[in-house]
């Protein structure tokens, strides 16, 4: 049942009580978090997304909140207006290794509760983003490389990047019409919302999930991105909180992580509290089979949005 606003409140000092955790240890201010608009880029660039897609026309906020600084470029992370309630679902959500694939079935509901959708009139979101679609059950099949390998060269990122061990989809860092999700769209305390086929999804690694630490401090695996390679907390190596400044191009590097019980040296993404927030590019190859499979289908009476340079793909979703 949904909860009231002092429970949301309390939900939400919590969360960005754990990104202050991490922002703090590297000096990343959450009341002046870089705003990612703009940053947007037609190859692999540090601290941008090279989007396949985007789609001016699309659905996204209506009206810029007070916690967006456009002249300074920056945002208020701590201010930001969110979505209430404190609606729980029933999640099935698996994972298997099979030879060598590894194969995710999802009704798409998350392991946490999430906000009232649609965004009603009395919520305060509502004055900047009247998010209109309401999260249903999906049914979604993936198979990924239980090995992941790089491709010759990085690709661009669709709209519809991963999954996360929430059981629901991970997108890119933007809304349909390209500018910074996070900064400007109305989501809940754990960052979801839905868009308009129902698919509840995050645009960076929602901070209700534990950002929990390996022996060393490193973060362990919170998803998987659809090339495969595993996408890990917001904590290095040697337990510094990472910026997009530490990692490269498609927000990711290589070192010795635990993969299905193994040691091995491979390349990972990492989730980090400023833009391009997860997957800025990537670094393996991905089916545009999967990236349908977690996307929900397409708005009707709309195209699939403009190129941003690169091999094609989908932009995010609409609303």
Request: charged share 15%.
């Amino acid at each position: 049942m949904p909860g009231g606003p002092a429970m949301t409140r309390a939900t939400v000092f919590a969360c960005v009580f754990l990104l202050f955790q991490s922002a703090l240890a590297h000096d990343v201010d959450l009341t002046k978090l870089p705003l990612g608009d703009g940053h947007l880029s037609s190859a692999p660039q540090v601290g941008y997304i090279w989007a396949c897609r985007v789609d001016p026309g699309g659905g996204g906020a209506q009206l810029d909140g007070p916690w967006i600084n456009k002249a300074a470029g920056t945002y208020d992370f701590t201010k930001k207006a969110v979505v209430s309630g404190q609606v729980t679902w029933r999640p099935n959500f698996k994972m298997a290794l099979n030879g060598a694939a590894r194969v995710f079935t999802s009704n798409d509901l998350p392991n946490h509760p999430t906000g009232n959708f649609p965004v009603s009139p009395t919520d305060e979101a509502y004055r900047y983003d009247r998010n209109p679609n309401s999260i249903r059950e999906q049914s979604v099949t993936v198979t990924l490389p239980a090995n992941p390998v790089a491709a010759a060269a990085p690709t661009c990122a669709p709209g519809a990047v991963g999954i996360l061990l929430t059981g629901s989809v991970l997108f890119n860092a933007l809304d349909a019409p390209g500018r910074d999700a996070v900064a400007h769209e109305a989501q809940d305390s754990c960052q979801g919302h839905p868009q308009i086929s129902g698919v509840y999804h995050y645009h960076s690694v929602t901070t209700c999930m534990d950002d929990k630490r390996l022996p060393g401090g490193h973060s362990t695996l919170v998803g998987y991105a659809l090339d495969g390679f595993g996408i890990f907390g917001r904590f290095g190596e040697k337990g510094e909180a990472l910026s997009s400044s530490d990692l490269d191009a498609c927000h990711g590097h290589s070192h010795a992580i635990p993969w299905d019980g193994k040691t091995v040296v491979m390349y990972h993404y990492h989730a980090t509290p400023d833009f391009p927030y997860s997957v800025g590019c990537f670094h393996g190859s991905y089916s545009l089979e999967n990236v349908r499979a977690i996307s929900g289908p397409p708005p009707q009476g709309r195209g699939r949005g403009q190129p941003i340079g690169g091999n094609g793909g989908f932009g995010p979703p609409g609303r």
